[in-house]
Every structure is written in structure tokens, then in C-alpha cells.
């Protein structure tokens, strides 16, 4: 049994990268980021499934970070934009080197705890729009992360070609109670189901032919 880092936001993609991971049998340490983010209650999604599963987890609160970057609507005051994932208005929710930040931080917590990767849960609905879920970004970061310490970190991106609806599909296969996730951009009482994050959300379900558990306020 490995021990890993898992970055855990509480999101779909997430969650069956963790599970993913406790299904090879590794002894999975779940890190979440407070960034800021305006769907903070995603963590909230995040810290009830570790607790479940007696998963060790933490919280680190980095929202000192946004007195350096500005600009995204997960962390302005900016309007979440609605439509799909590939509308140029989606470029408004980008955090500038998020994931870099957040990896960095997770391969130092993996070489303070020995572990032997990272994974975090990049995928092919993410690359149109954020360039650090993309695979050339992957590549470097992994090769960086190789040489940044006395120890190894491979970063680990299990669905890193695959699409949301697929993702979905490997952790319905799992069993995975896709309720105990929290996804959309808005960090309302229920999901929008106009914001990017909905409506690609919406379509792995329709793709799946399942109803997503979430309640909508638009439904």
C-alpha cells in the first residue's frame, strides 16, 4: 500500500480520483484548498466525505494569495458568466497559476509525510479553457516535480484524456453516490445549473442517461 496526496476539492472529478485511488489500495491523504473561492462550500462537500470514509484530511487556507491575483470571478467580485465550458466568456473563472500553486504545495506535503504521488483530477473538459489542466502542463509540472526534491513526486492524473461524461461513467461503476459533491460556481443553497460548471455537469449526466442528485435552482 502507497501512500499518496490526493488534492481534493469536493468536486465531481475530485472525488473519483479519490475514490480511484482508494480503490488500487492506497493509503490516501486528502488535501483541500481554501482559495478564496466563491463555492467555498465545496470543502464543506470535501471534509463530510473524508470524515465518512476515516480519510485523513486537511484544509490549508491560502486566501492570502488573492492579495497578488485578481481578475477571476471564483474569487472577484465579478459575475459568475453562464454557458457552456468552451464559451470565451468562461475565461473569466480562471485563477491565475492555481493548480500551480496548489501542486506545489502538495508535493512539499507529500515529501513531509513520505508519500509516493500527487493526484489531482485535470481532465479533457478542463484543457479549452484552463491551461494548467492541459497535458503539456502536466508533463512539465510532473518532469519539475521530479528534480524539485532529494525525493520524487510523480504527479498522478488518472483522467487527465477523458471527459466529464466518462469520469462520471468510471465512478458510477465504482457505486459512487454522486450527492456527496458540490460543483457549481454559485455558493447558494442549490446549484445554479447555468454556470459552466452546471450545464457540464448536467450534460455527463444526460450522457449517462441518470438524473444528477443535486438540486437545481432552475429545475
Not at 469536493?10 to 489500495?25: E, P, Y
Not at 521530479?146 to 457505486?175: D, H, Q, R, W
Request: aromatic share 8%.
Amino acid at each position: 500500500m502507497a501512500k499518496v496526496v490526493v488534492i481534493y476539492s469536493g468536486g465531481m472529478d475530485s472525488f473519483t480520483v479519490l475514490h480511484h485511488a482508494l480503490k488500487q489500495g492506497h493509503d490516501v491523504y486528502a488535501l483541500s484548498f481554501n482559495y478564496g473561492q466563491r463555492h467555498v462550500r465545496e470543502l464543506d462537500a470535501a471534509a463530510t466525505v473524508c470524515k465518512s470514509l476515516g480519510i485523513n484530511h486537511k484544509v490549508v487556507d491560502i486566501t492570502a494569495i488573492n492579495t497578488l491575483l485578481a481578475g477571476s470571478s471564483l474569487t472577484s467580485d465579478i459575475d459568475i458568466p453562464e454557458g457552456h465550458y468552451e464559451a470565451e466568456s468562461m475565461q473569466s473563472t480562471v485563477v491565475p497559476n492555481r493548480n500551480m500553486i496548489l501542486l506545489a504545495l502538495a508535493i512539499g506535503y507529500a515529501v513531509s509525510i513520505k508519500a509516493e504521488a500527487v493526484y489531482y483530477g485535470a481532465h479533457s473538459g478542463d484543457h479549452a479553457i484552463y491551461p494548467d489542466c492541459r497535458p503539456e502542463f502536466v508533463e512539465k509540472m510532473n518532469a519539475v516535480s521530479l528534480i524539485a526534491n532529494y525525493e520524487p513526486i510523480p504527479i498522478e492524473v488518472p483522467f487527465l484524456t477523458n471527459s466529464k461524461a466518462e469520469i462520471l461513467a468510471a465512478g458510477l461503476a465504482m457505486g459512487l453516490d454522486y450527492a456527496q459533491t458540490w460543483t457549481c460556481y454559485n455558493g447558494r443553497e442549490k446549484a445554479c445549473g447555468k454556470c459552466g460548471a452546471c450545464v457540464e455537469r448536467l450534460e455527463a449526466f444526460a450522457a449517462n442517461n441518470c438524473v444528477d442528485p443535486l438540486p437545481y435552482a432552475s429545475a
